[in-house]
């Protein structure tokens, strides 16, 4: 697998400026573009179906432990070699990967897979209903067959989940490695995801309506092959109305131990949101004390007393109740 940054070169002036990622800084990962290569496949040993879903996860994210397989959107009707942007207006889905107010850990692990099937449209309408309740936010799924919205958990009649968990047809992982000696640091860009048969290096992103995808330094031809990739951006401007996506991801993580739903019922999870929100601002209202009291013991190391503020503004940051900020 490769991860290069692939900006397009010559972009219009008028295009929104990056802004700078890094340790203590916002980060928003987003997909912006997947290109499927030669799945879905046909043939007796393969899926026959043709309906793609996109799933993302996050790793070692400083809010929660564990990783969480969030959906971000399907695409049904879907043949081999196709350029999937995500869902449009009329469209059930989000682009969003993950968002951070401040990242706190050295280094977070990215991964995108596709699985195809041919999904119900029973499965496909009970998306509808959650998509719309989250107001931009992926669907967390804890486990094989549950998906959770925003204050409910719902659970899918049959194995459906098993689709989307335990068949991906295709995966692709990323680490942004903020302060892990020896690796490059990561910087605010477009960034390919391809396995090393690719070459992605020699291909350049371009982000435009006419052309989007991946295209040929040199004969600026796009490419067209088997081999899938995706295009992720990662950008550090602050959105401060994605403040509540970490807390739900660690309720997704931890729900299976609270909930047994039957096959097609909800339940409400605001109460366990609610709770894994305030032991994470809990959390980060102790690291705050501690960091408060090492600031106040140094007299004669500027550049220490420097990061260990830098540190506490940035968890200040992660905490969302006001009340709780020292």
Same mark, same amino acid.
């Given at each position: 697998?490769?991860?290069?940054?692939?900006?397009?070169?010559?972009?219009?002036?008028?295009?929104?400026?990056?802004?700078?990622?890094?340790?203590?800084?916002?980060?928003?990962?987003?997909?912006?573009?997947?290109?499927?290569?030669?799945?879905?496949?046909?043939?007796?040993?393969?899926?026959?179906?043709?309906?793609?879903?996109?799933?993302?996860?996050? =790793?070692?994210?400083?809010?929660?432990?564990?990783?969480?397989?969030?959906?971000?959107?399907?695409?049904?009707?879907?043949?081999?070699?196709?350029?999937?942007?995500?869902?449009?207006?009329?469209?059930?889905?989000?682009?969003?990967?993950?968002?951070?107010?401040?990242?706190?850990?050295?280094?977070?692990?990215?991964?995108?897979?596709?699985?195809?099937?041919?999904?119900?449209?029973?499965?496909?309408?009970?998306?509808?209903?959650?998509?719309?309740?989250?107001?931009?936010?992926?669907?967390?799924?804890?486990?094989?067959?549950?998906?959770?919205?925003?204050?409910?958990?719902?659970?899918?009649?049959?194995?459906?989940?098993?689709?989307? $968990?335990?068949?991906?047809?295709?995966?692709?992982?990323?680490?942004?490695?903020?302060?892990?000696?020896?690796?490059?640091?990561?910087?605010?860009? $477009?960034?390919?995801?391809?396995?090393?048969?690719?070459?992605?290096?020699?291909?350049?992103?371009?982000?435009?309506?006419?052309?989007?995808?991946?295209?040929? =330094?040199?004969?600026?031809?796009?490419?067209?092959?088997?081999?899938?990739?995706?295009?992720?951006?990662?950008?550090?401007?602050?959105?401060?109305?994605?403040?509540? $996506?970490?807390?739900?991801?660690?309720?997704?993580?931890?729900?299976?131990?609270?909930?047994?739903?039957?096959?097609?019922?909800?339940?409400?999870?605001?109460?366990?949101?609610?709770?894994?929100?305030?032991?994470?601002?809990? =959390?980060?209202?102790?690291?705050?004390?501690?960091?408060? =009291?090492?600031?106040?013991?140094?007299?004669?190391?500027?550049?220490?007393?420097?990061?260990?503020?830098?540190?506490?503004?940035?968890?200040?940051?992660?905490?969302?109740?006001?009340?709780?900020?020292?």
């Amino acid at each position: 697998m490769e991860a290069i940054q692939g900006g397009a070169e010559g972009m219009d002036a008028e295009v929104t400026e990056w802004m700078p990622i890094g340790r203590g800084l916002p980060l928003t990962v987003m997909i912006r573009h997947v290109y499927t290569g030669r799945f879905p496949e046909n043939g007796f040993f393969s899926s026959n179906g043709n309906d793609v879903a996109v799933v993302s996860g996050v =790793k070692d994210y400083d809010v929660f432990a564990a990783s969480a397989r969030a959906l971000n959107f399907i695409e049904t009707d879907t043949s081999p070699h196709a350029h999937l942007n995500g869902p449009d207006a009329l469209s059930q889905g989000t682009a969003l990967v993950t968002y951070s107010p401040a990242v706190l850990t050295s280094s977070i692990t990215v991964s995108v897979e596709l699985a195809v099937s041919t999904f119900p449209q029973s499965f496909l309408s009970s998306l509808s209903a959650a998509f719309g309740s989250l107001a931009g936010l992926p669907i967390l799924m804890p486990y094989a067959g549950y998906l959770l919205g925003a204050g409910q958990v719902m659970r899918i009649a049959g194995d459906i989940g098993h689709a989307l $968990f335990d068949g991906p047809v295709f995966g692709l992982t990323d680490r942004l490695e903020f302060e892990i000696a020896g690796a490059r640091k990561p910087t605010a860009d $477009f960034r390919i995801l391809a396995r090393p048969t690719l070459h992605a290096e020699r291909y350049e992103y371009r982000d435009e309506p006419s052309s989007r995808g991946l295209y040929d =330094k040199n004969s600026q031809r796009p490419y067209a092959g088997d081999e899938p990739y995706v295009v992720l951006s990662l950008d550090g401007r602050d959105r401060p109305e994605l403040k509540d $996506f970490a807390p739900t991801v660690a309720s997704a993580a931890v729900l299976q131990r609270f909930f047994q739903v039957k096959d097609g019922q909800q339940a409400a999870v605001d109460a366990v949101v609610e709770g894994l929100r305030l032991v994470s601002d809990l =959390k980060y209202r102790t690291r705050a004390d501690e960091l408060k =009291k090492q600031v106040a013991t140094i007299e004669d190391d500027a550049a220490r007393k420097k990061k260990l503020q830098d540190e506490l503004a940035a968890v200040m940051k992660n905490i969302q109740q006001p009340e709780l900020r020292p």
